[in-house]
């Protein structure tokens, strides 16, 4: 065995040399939370074997010190969000919120700062809740104007700098009732309206089964839009091995059918241990060795954590 620390993020599930193995990154707001310095976590990422990470809000680091971090951590961050606004009045991003243009332009400029930074070529352009006390459908129109012209607005920045801007549905069933964008459907809608190339569509598939499942079709349907995937099991937002709804060897191979090639970022909530699952378990068969390199599992480690046997690590 290879005494170097393999690629956890790299795992072909069907063993084929025509497919390329999916590429996992490590979401750094919901995982080594125990560390609560989000430099700290950038290592711990590397240190499971993650050669990527994504981040929802790094607004509370130094964005040189978060450079020098992830430099020494030998990481990429792939991804970040737009600053949420003020959440203390209950906001969850700005971009579709009336009379919040300028200030979601500003938040721009700082994700941009941060991006720059990091070298991340992909920020999460949030749309942002319905005004506090609205009905959906009296507000819907104007709101869905207003993320147009600000996706709009962000798709002539974020090109100057070689960035992609995502959008997001987020489920209104159980995560955030008055959360604007809850569905690919209506995510589509709106990217057809803005007709930028580098304005695309990310999509958890936590928020894509509660709100419609079908997921094959949507899939399918929507893959040419898709320019990052996160990944969590339904209905608990749980590592993908553990009980729910969702069939994730199944889901993985599809997308290798499907040449995904970017990253699927790990944003889910740990189950009882301090130290989440670097990479999670997709399959557990009686005789593993069968799959060969590419689809083994090895044993949990000391600190109970599943990892992926790659082919470095093989016999």
Same mark, same amino acid.
């Given at each position: 065995?290879?005494?170097?620390?393999?690629?956890?993020?790299?795992?072909?599930?069907?063993?084929?040399?025509?497919?390329?193995?999916?590429?996992?990154?490590? *979401?750094?707001?919901?995982?080594?939370?125990?560390?609560?310095?989000?430099?700290?976590?950038?290592?711990?990422?590397?240190?499971?074997?993650?050669?990527?990470?994504?981040?929802?809000?790094?607004?509370?680091?130094?964005?040189?010190?978060?450079?020098?971090?992830?430099?020494?951590?030998?990481?990429?961050?792939?991804?970040?969000?737009?600053?949420?606004?003020?959440?203390?009045?209950?906001?969850?991003?700005?971009?579709?919120?009336?009379?919040?243009?300028?200030?979601?332009?500003?938040?721009?400029?700082?994700?941009?700062?941060?991006?720059?930074?990091?070298?991340?070529?992909?920020?999460?352009?949030?749309?942002?809740?319905?005004?506090?006390?609205?009905?959906?459908?009296?507000?819907?129109?104007?709101?869905?104007?207003?993320?147009?012209?600000?996706?709009? &607005?962000?798709?002539?920045?974020?090109?100057?700098?070689?960035?992609?801007?995502?959008?997001?549905?987020?489920?209104?069933?159980?995560?955030?009732?008055? &959360?604007?964008?809850?569905?690919?459907?209506?995510?589509?809608?709106?990217?057809?309206?803005?007709?930028?190339?580098?304005?695309?569509?990310?999509?958890?598939?936590?928020?894509w089964q509660i709100m419609d499942?079908?997921?094959?079709? *949507?899939?399918?349907?929507?893959?040419?839009?898709?320019?990052?995937?996160?990944?969590?099991?339904?209905?608990?937002?749980?590592?993908?091995?553990?009980?729910?709804?969702?069939?994730?060897?199944?889901?993985?191979?599809?997308?290798?059918?499907?040449? &995904?090639?970017? &990253?699927?970022?790990?944003?889910?909530?740990?189950?009882?241990?301090?130290e989440p699952p670097p990479v999670?378990?997709?399959?557990?068969?009686?005789?593993?060795?069968?799959?060969?390199?590419?689809?083994?599992?090895?044993?949990?480690?000391?600190?109970?954590?599943?990892?992926?046997?790659?082919?470095?690590?093989?016999?």
């Amino acid at each position: 065995m290879s005494s170097q620390v393999p690629d956890r993020g790299a795992v072909s599930l069907r063993g084929e040399s025509s497919m390329a193995p999916l590429r996992f990154c490590a *979401n750094v707001s919901w995982l080594f939370t125990e560390l609560p310095d989000l430099r700290q976590r950038l290592h711990a990422a590397a240190a499971a074997g993650f050669r990527a990470v994504e981040a929802a809000w790094p607004y509370d680091s130094d964005p040189l010190e978060l450079q020098r971090a992830r430099q020494a951590a030998g990481v990429e961050v792939v991804l970040l969000n737009t600053p949420p606004g003020d959440v203390k009045a209950g906001e969850l991003g700005l971009g579709a919120v009336p009379g919040r243009e300028a200030d979601f332009r500003q938040g721009l400029d700082l994700a941009l700062t941060y991006a720059r930074a990091l070298d991340c070529k992909r920020i999460h352009l949030m749309a942002g809740r319905l005004p506090a006390g609205a009905h959906r459908p009296a507000v819907a129109k104007e709101m869905e104007a207003i993320f147009v012209q600000n996706l709009t &607005y962000a798709a002539d920045v974020l090109a100057k700098e070689g960035i992609t801007g995502l959008i997001e549905p987020i489920n209104t069933r159980l995560t955030d009732p008055r &959360y604007f964008l809850d569905s690919p459907h209506q995510a589509a809608a709106i990217l057809e309206r803005v007709g930028r190339p580098n304005i695309r569509l990310q999509m958890d598939v936590f928020h894509w089964q509660i709100m419609d499942g079908n997921l094959t079709q *949507n899939i399918h349907k929507y893959f040419p839009l898709i320019g990052h995937i996160q990944v969590a099991q339904v209905p608990g937002r749980n590592e993908p091995d553990s009980p729910g709804e969702l069939n994730f060897p199944y889901l993985f191979g599809l997308l290798e059918e499907l040449q &995904y090639q970017g &990253y699927i970022g790990c944003e889910y909530k740990p189950r009882g241990m301090k130290e989440p699952p670097p990479v999670f378990l997709l399959c557990k068969e009686e005789n593993p060795r069968e799959r060969g390199p590419a689809g083994r599992w090895s044993e949990p480690s000391s600190s109970g954590v599943w990892l992926p046997v790659t082919e470095h690590e093989v016999d």
